[in-house]
């Protein structure tokens, strides 16, 4: 055990962890959006879709802490990797420098951390329905009807104001951590780094614009139905 943590503390070690951990992150980033995209297919759709989950039993728990510890260590090697970045550079860039840091790749720590706090919220939300209570009330009695807890909480302003400022959170994480898994993996090359640069905008601005929809779907949805 002590040589993996030896490992971890490495340099190399620390790259690889943030790259398998992303990835895994990534991962399930993109299959929280298709699930959560069922809501476009109506309430019948979404409910079956959380009664086939709720179904898991202690199984979603299990992937539940799992990806929670994933994250986790995800940040945790980040922080650890930021500092010794920094001990290794006592003396600070050239302003010039910095300026041309985009500013995705200068707030990456903000924004892991901050994703993080986010899906603390959103699992007290959702999940354990400890916030928002009133909203999370009209999924009923048996806890299925989860279409109508979505609408009635991202019909409210300050809620989905929320849920988007975090997606935009996401979207620059995304972009510069993609664009620094292609990097870990070697892919840095003058003819090559332009295209990645692009497919890692892309694969963020679908993930984090997905999720944006999901959030404005009630308000739009609602505002069809009164027309």
């Known amino acids: 055990m002590s040589w993996l943590c030896a490992f971890w503390r490495s340099s190399i070690g620390g790259k690889l962890t943030m790259a398998v951990t992303g990835l ?13 995209l069922q809501l476009l297919g109506g309430q019948e759709k979404l409910n079956a879709y959380a ?21 986790v260590l995800h940040i945790v090697t980040a922080i650890r990797l930021s500092r010794s970045n920094r001990s290794a550079r006592p003396v600070q860039y050239a302003k010039s420098a910095t300026l ?13 951390l901050s994703l993080l706090g986010f899906v ?16 999370v009330a009209k999924k009923g009695a048996d806890g299925h009807d989860v279409y109508s807890m979505v609408v009635a909480s991202f019909s409210k302003a300050p809620v989905a104001a929320a849920y988007i400022a975090f997606q935009v959170l996401l979207f620059f994480h995304l972009q510069h951590g993609l664009q620094s898994f292609a990097q870990t993996l070697g892919l840095h ?5 332009p295209m990645i640069k692009s497919l890692a905008f892309l694969l ?3 993930v984090a614009g997905g999720n944006i ?13 009164a027309a």
């Not at 041309?100 to 720590?109: D, G, K, T, Y």
């Not at 929809?213 to 139905?225: H, M, T």
């Open 100 to 112: 041309q840091a985009s500013f995705a790749s200068r707030s990456m720590l903000f924004s892991g």
């Open 213 to 225: 929809l999901v959030v404005l779907y009630p308000s739009l949805w609602l505002a069809k139905g």
């Open 51 to 71: 009664k086939m989950l709720h179904d898991l039993g202690s199984l979603l728990w299990v992937a539940r802490i799992g990806l929670l510890l994933i994250f």
């Open 204 to 206: 963020a601005l679908v």
């Open 24 to 36: 895994l992150l990534f991962g399930f980033v993109v299959a929280h959006l298709l699930g959560n």
């Open 189 to 193: 090359h003058a003819r090559y780094t």
């Open 120 to 135: 603390i919220y959103h699992l007290l939300h959702f999940t354990l329905g400890v916030v928002h209570v009133d909203e």
